[in-house]
């Protein structure tokens, strides 16, 4: 802007140096003189095609500057709104905890700590669950095969499948002082339903998703079991006329 303000400056005294030598002329000009206010006039021509030309310039950079000004508020925007809506099944990274630092030996290399042991074994009382699908597994599935099913309603699925599992292994897992009888049933027909190929597999069937949930065991659910597949998510099992659902 400074350069700009120059040229008008200059223009400036250009033009009152002119009207001053206009205010003067009352007899007829030297030839001298109507050649130095020719001279003036064609450096004022020129500078003012100079000054249309900064104009332009500045402009065109103010049109720039306003259109990054709109996307960066468009940008802005929208990660206000996925920070807002972030899905409660959007897998996250977890963060190390305060003090869980690798400690380091003297040469700076990573040293190995110890395995907690309540870490490495497992009980009984823990319960599988099936993964959430991502963004790129969920792109990776043909289009064919999602229909107009959403990322959302996939992992809604997920989530669905994942509450009939915990409902299933928490009733195996619980004492049988502590059974009424709808629960021993329950148990029964989970003992049944295993197999020598579901020995330390998690697995349920359609009837654990309808005791459990509240989703439809229908032609929508069975194309949400192909997309899980396709994901890797768990494979099915047939046998005795029923078809287990294990995960994987």
Known sequence: MSELEDITRH?????????????LSVDV??????KKLGQEVFALDGLLLEFEKCVGLQNDQLKRLKE????????????????????????????????????????????????????????????????FITTPEFESIPQYMKGRTTYGQLNAAVQSINTAVTGKYKILHQSAKTMNNNTR???????????????????????DIR???????????QGILNMLRHCQRLRELRGGGLTRYLLL
Request: charged share 35%.
């Open 29 to 34: 000009l030297p030839q001298s003189r109507i």
């Open 211 to 221: 005791e459990f949930t509240q989703m439809k065991v229908d032609k929508r659910f």
């Open 185 to 207: 049933k329950l148990y029964q027909r989970f003992k049944d339903e295993e197999t020598k190929d579901t020995k330390g597999q998690h697995f349920v069937v359609e009837a």
């Open 68 to 131: 990054l000004d709109r996307a960066f508020q468009n940008d802005l925007e929208e990660v206000q709104h996925l920070k807002d809506n972030m899905p409660a099944h959007m897998p996250r990274k977890k963060l190390p905890t305060v003090g869980s630092e690798p400690a380091l030996s003297q040469n700076g290399a990573v040293e190995p700590q110890p395995v907690q042991q309540e870490n490495v074994k497992k009980t009984k009382s823990q319960i599988r669950e099936m993964e």
């Open 11 to 23: 223009i400036t005294d250009k033009i009152s140096s002119l009207q001053r030598m206009l205010e």
